[in-house]
């Protein structure tokens, strides 16, 4: 993977370019509608491993280097002695198995052509450990030309981890979308005009606080990836330049909203994303649209 602990974590691609991509396509599963296309991959936990827009023949988005990367939940707690990229690392149960390769079980699953429903056990990211009280769910539904995704992690476990960044969750592009936009300024949610990052070639993790709960990776050509994320106010982000580029490749483009939250017994958290491929424009207009039913709903209750 791989992402935060505390403050930031300097990622280690040396350590990870040994290690294979995730599941072939044999364990990929696919839900689709006329403009949409998305796929899990059920080697890594039902992690969301593909995502297209049929009109723009660019193909799939996401990147799926190893099962660290993905659009998946992933979640840290204490110091537990484990060491990931000769580092030492902590509690780090994710969704998609461990950075040596090893797939994270599937418990169940519920596929229909445009929905599909997963429950799989998390894995510790570092050692490898299969952690059967630690269980994520996730329900995807195609929904014109976004996909809506709900995630949930529930925690059955007895120890009391310290209040760590979350990854809410973890978003991993194809390394072609080069631009990271969102909106940080005073007027939100006013089509006032984004912030850019233009110049993000280090592997180093940097923080902002976006006012409008959006943020997407935009390519040459005009068109990308973003994310609408009403649970979280913080973002976390960092692009991975390399030579090995693509859907599999170690180049990637990663945010991830965050919020701070302790695991303890009886832990449970969910929360839902929106996923939209096209311009900057269309992204933002499509996230606008779902801000503004949210709005209006919460002020009909």
Same mark, same amino acid.
């Given at each position: 993977?791989?992402?935060? *602990?505390?403050? *930031? ?75 990931? %990229? ?39 990211? *570092? ?88 943020? %997407? ?33 170690? %180049? ?42 949210? %709005?209006? *709903?919460?002020?009909?209750?």
């Amino acid at each position: 993977m791989k992402h935060i *602990a505390s403050a *930031a974590v300097i990622l280690a691609y040396t350590a990870l370019c040994a290690f294979a991509e995730t599941g072939t396509a044999a364990s990929i599963v696919f839900i689709e509608n006329e403009q949409i296309k998305l796929g899990m991959d059920m080697s890594s936990g039902g992690g969301i491993c593909h995502f297209e827009d049929k009109a723009d023949g660019k193909g799939n988005r996401i990147n799926r280097f190893d099962r660290g990367r993905l659009i998946q939940q992933s979640y840290y707690g204490e110091h537990d002695g484990s060491i990931w %990229a000769e580092k030492p690392w902590l509690w780090n149960p994710i969704q998609g198995g461990d950075y040596k390769g090893k797939p994270a079980p599937v418990l169940e699953r519920k596929i229909e052509k445009d929905k599909a429903y997963v429950k799989s056990v998390g894995v510790h990211w *570092a050692s490898g450990e299969v952690l059967n009280d630690c269980v994520f769910e996730e329900w995807i539904t195609l929904e014109g030309v976004t996909a809506r995704i709900k995630f949930k992690f529930t925690y059955s476990g007895n120890a009391e981890h310290p209040a760590r960044h979350q990854e809410l969750p973890a978003f991993f592009a194809n390394s072609g979308m080069t631009d990271l936009y969102f909106y940080d300024g005073e007027k939100p949610w006013t089509n006032d005009t984004p912030k850019v990052r233009k110049d993000l070639k280090e592997v180093r993790n940097e923080y902002a606080k976006p006012t409008e709960n959006w943020a %997407a990776y935009i390519g040459a050509d005009g068109r990308g990836i973003g994310l609408y994320f009403p649970a979280s106010d913080e973002i976390t982000y960092y692009r991975c330049e390399h030579p090995d580029k693509g859907e599999t490749g170690v %180049a990637c483009s990663y945010f991830a909203p965050i919020s701070t939250l302790s695991i303890k017994p009886g832990f449970t958290f969910e929360y839902e994303i929106f996923v939209k491929i096209g311009t900057l424009k269309e992204i933002r207009e499509k996230f606008y649209s779902l801000h503004s039913g949210a %709005a209006a *709903a919460n002020a009909a209750n």
